[in-house]
C-alpha cells in the first residue's frame, strides 16, 4: 500500500494537469460545447485561453480550474451512472430542468460560478443515492 502511495504522490502536478485538461475537451466533445463555453466552465476571461491548454506541453492548471474540471467529471461520470446510455446522458445535460430554474443543467453551470457546478454535481450525486 505504501508504495502505491509514493507511486501517487509522485505524479507531477503537470501530469495530473495534462491528463485533466483532456479529459475535459473530450467531454466538451462529447457535449457539442463551443469554445466561449468551454472557457467559461473553466473560468477563463478569454475562449483564446483555451488553445494555451491544447497547444502548451506541460500545461499546469490552477486549483481552480482543477476544482472546476473535477465538478465537470463527477458529472459527466454520475450521468453515467445514473442514465443508460451516453446518449441520453449528453441530451440530459442540455434539457430543462426546473431544479435549475428552468435552465438546463449546462445553462445552470454556465452561469460561470464555481458553486453552480457544484450543485449539479450533488443534484446528480443525490439521485444515484435514491
Keep these: 500500500m505504501a508504495d502505491l502511495t509514493n507511486e501517487i504522490s509522485e505524479v507531477s ?5 495534462a491528463i485533466a485538461i ?3 475537451f473530450n467531454i466538451m466533445d462529447e457535449w457539442e460545447v463551443p469554445a466561449a463555453n468551454q472557457a467559461n466552465l473553466l473560468g477563463l ?3 483564446e485561453s483555451l488553445d494555451n491548454f491544447k497547444i502548451s506541453t506541460p500545461v499546469t492548471l490552477t486549483d481552480e480550474i482543477l476544482k472546476r474540471i ?3 467529471l463527477g458529472i459527466y461520470k454520475g450521468l453515467g ?3 443508460p446510455t451516453r446518449t ?6 442540455k434539457k430543462p430542468n426546473v431544479n ?3 435552465l438546463s443543467a449546462l445553462d445552470y453551470m454556465l452561469q460561470g460560478e464555481v458553486f453552480n457546478l457544484r450543485e449539479v454535481r450533488e443534484y446528480i450525486d443525490a439521485q444515484i443515492n435514491n
Design 100 to 102: 435549475f430554474g428552468s
Design 13 to 17: 502536478g503537470d501530469k495530473i494537469s
Design 70 to 72: 473535477s465538478y465537470i
Design 88 to 93: 441520453q446522458s449528453n441530451k440530459w445535460i
Design 81 to 83: 451512472n445514473l442514465l
Design 22 to 24: 483532456k479529459t475535459f
Design 45 to 47: 476571461k478569454e475562449a
